[in-house]
C-alpha cells in the first residue's frame, strides 16, 4: 500500500497509550514508505502521527475543510495541504489519495469516517481495506455493537468480516494488504424472521 487514510482524534485523549500508539503507527509508515493522508490537524492524536512521519522523513498530506482552517487548528509543516470547501469533499478527496483506512482512538468524527470507508465497501464503491488499531481495547465496544447488528439481522457477517483489527501495528498491516473485499451482493433483507 502506498498512501493509507488514518482517521483519528483531534484531542489527546487522557491515556499516554493512544498518543504512543500513533507515534507507533507513524513510525511504522516512515520506515516501509506509506504516505499518511489524514485531516490536517496539528492538534491532538493526528498532530502526534504527522509529527513522528515527519521527523521520519514520511510523506504527510492533509486534506482540510476551509472552515477548519485557521491558524490553531491546521498543520503548517506537512508535504502537502489540500483545502476544501465542504466536510462532504473532504471525504471524497482523501478517498481518491489511498489504499486504505485505519482507524486509530478518536470521537464522533472518527467513527463517522470509519463507517462511512466501511459503507463504501459494503455497497462494492470501494474494495480497500479497512482497519481498526484496537489499542488498549478502545473499540472493543463499537466491535459489540457490529456483533448485535449481525445477531439482529441488520448486518450480514461477510460485510461485519470486512473490518480488520488488530491491537499491533505490524499484524493490522499484514491484514490489510492480505485482504479480499467481498462479492457484492444484496445488501437489504427484507425477510423478517417469526
Do not use: W
Not at 3 to 20: E, K, L, M, P, T
Not at 24 to 52: R, S
Not at 155 to 179: D, F, G, H
Not at 186 to 193: G, H, R, W
Request: net charge positive; aromatic share 6%.
Amino acid at each position: 500500500m502506498k498512501r493509507i487514510a488514518v482517521f483519528c482524534g483531534s484531542s489527546i485523549g487522557f491515556s499516554a497509550v493512544y498518543a504512543n500508539a500513533a507515534k507507533q503507527l507513524g513510525h511504522y509508515f516512515a520506515q516501509h514508505n506509506i504516505g499518511l493522508v489524514y485531516g490536517g490537524g496539528k492538534i491532538g492524536m493526528m498532530g502526534i502521527l504527522a509529527d513522528t512521519l515527519l521527523e521520519n522523513n514520511g510523506e504527510v498530506i492533509g486534506v482540510i475543510p476551509n472552515l477548519l482552517r485557521h491558524e490553531e487548528v491546521a498543520h503548517t509543516k506537512i508535504t502537502k495541504m489540500i483545502v476544501t470547501k465542504k466536510m462532504s469533499k473532504r471525504k471524497v478527496t482523501i478517498s481518491r489519495l489511498v489504499d486504505g483506512y485505519i482507524a486509530l482512538a478518536g470521537g464522533f468524527g472518527t467513527l463517522d469516517e470509519l463507517f462511512e470507508a466501511l459503507t463504501l465497501g459494503q455497497l462494492g464503491i470501494e474494495n480497500k481495506p479497512v482497519g481498526i488499531l484496537n489499542t488498549n481495547g478502545f473499540f472493543n465496544h463499537t466491535l459489540k455493537q457490529l456483533d448485535v447488528m449481525v445477531t439482529e439481522g441488520y448486518l450480514k457477517e461477510t460485510n461485519r468480516n470486512m473490518l480488520q483489527v488488530s491491537n499491533s501495528v505490524e499484524e493490522l498491516i499484514e491484514k490489510m494488504a492480505n485482504y479480499q473485499a467481498p462479492l457484492v451482493s444484496k445488501v437489504v433483507n427484507t425477510v423478517a424472521s417469526k
